[in-house]
């Protein structure tokens, strides 16, 4: 499995607004380098090796096509707004941008806050979480392979998967990881979080990846009961021991 260049997400979206693309047969937007390449049609930059006249990838498209991840058509999407008749407003799920980065670095450390358990959080110091949350963000994205659904209200983001790809330890087979995944409260039993979660597996079968990892605090029963009821199962147990004395 070829994997694309490390932070090719950092580097190239102005060409493509998705954080790398998947290598197609009669053309694509995988780089060859990280190195950004003078481009004859669309602004400053554009993929290495990318033809004239490219069959680009579904998520290579300008945004507002909607083409490529499943469940982003205005007719297929999510909607809230409950009472039938109602205003309905689509929730859309997409590849995060560049223009997404600043507040994923936000939710990075809100949700580190928010799954920490009552006994860490008591002693935790807010500066550090947010720079942990900060920098394993930027790590995941920055990775080959490493990339972030975001749900998305209207242009407003309101939640979001971070995935990244790493060996496994016994067979360094390639193996997903689903490092992260944040809804705003108001946005939370609508169904957006399994958008999210198909989303990610689409991706990571177009890889050719099989194996998909969570991590999920012991702390956090209805984190584990979502994870379980798609389809995750219980793989080990992180235990702790504090020292005294």
Same mark, same amino acid.
């Given at each position: &499995?070829?994997?694309?260049?490390?932070?090719?997400?950092?580097? !190239?979206?102005?060409?493509?607004?998705?954080?790398?693309?998947?290598?197609? *047969?009669?053309?694509?937007?995988?780089?060859?380098?990280?190195?950004?390449?003078?481009?004859?049609?669309?602004?400053?930059?554009?993929?290495?090796? !990318?033809?004239?006249?490219?069959?680009?990838?579904?998520?290579? %498209?300008?945004?507002?096509? !909607?083409?490529? +991840?499943?469940?982003?058509?205005?007719?297929?999407?999510?909607?809230?707004g409950g009472k039938k008749g109602g205003n309905?407003?689509?929730?859309?799920?997409?590849?995060?941008?560049?223009?997404?980065?600043?507040?994923?670095?936000?939710? *990075? $450390?809100?949700?580190?806050?928010?799954?920490?358990?009552?006994?860490?959080?008591?002693?935790?110091?807010?500066?550090?979480?947010?720079?942990?949350?900060?920098?394993?963000?930027? $790590?995941?994205?920055?990775?080959?392979?490493?990339? *972030?659904?975001?749900?998305?209200?209207?242009?407003?983001? +309101?939640?979001?998967?971070?995935?990244?790809?790493?060996?496994?330890?016994?067979?360094?087979?390639?193996?997903?990881?689903?490092?992260?995944?944040?809804?705003?409260? %108001?946005?939370?039993?609508?169904?957006?979080?399994?958008?999210?979660? %198909?989303?990610?597996?689409?991706?990571?079968?177009?890889?050719?990846?099989?194996?998909?990892?969570?991590?999920?605090?012991?702390?956090?029963?209805?984190?584990?009961? $979502?994870?379980?009821?798609?389809?995750?199962?219980?793989?080990?147990?992180? &235990? %702790?021991?504090?020292?005294?004395?």
């Amino acid at each position: &499995m070829r994997l694309p260049p490390p932070s090719w997400g950092l580097l !190239h979206l102005m060409d493509c607004p998705r954080p790398w693309s998947l290598p197609r *047969a009669g053309g694509g937007c995988l780089a060859a380098s990280a190195t950004p390449v003078p481009g004859p049609s669309r602004g400053p930059t554009r993929c290495p090796g !990318h033809p004239a006249r490219p069959r680009r990838p579904a998520w290579c %498209e300008p945004p507002g096509t !909607h083409a490529g +991840v499943p469940g982003t058509s205005r007719t297929g999407a999510t909607y809230r707004g409950g009472k039938k008749g109602g205003n309905r407003i689509v929730v859309e799920v997409r590849f995060w941008r560049l223009n997404d980065l600043p507040w994923l670095l936000h939710m *990075a $450390a809100v949700t580190d806050w928010e799954i920490m358990n009552p006994t860490d959080r008591a002693v935790a110091r807010p500066e550090v979480v947010q720079a942990n949350a900060h920098r394993n963000l930027l $790590a995941t994205l920055a990775s080959p392979g490493g990339t *972030a659904f975001v749900a998305d209200d209207g242009g407003r983001p +309101v939640g979001f998967l971070l995935i990244g790809i790493r060996p496994d330890d016994r067979t360094g087979e390639w193996q997903g990881y689903m490092a992260d995944i944040y809804l705003l409260p %108001e946005y939370r039993g609508k169904g957006i979080a399994k958008r999210l979660h %198909e989303a990610g597996e689409w991706y990571l079968r177009q890889l050719g990846i099989r194996r998909i990892t969570n991590w999920v605090h012991a702390t956090n029963p209805l984190g584990q009961k $979502a994870s379980q009821a798609r389809g995750f199962r219980v793989w080990g147990v992180m &235990m %702790e021991k504090l020292l005294t004395g």
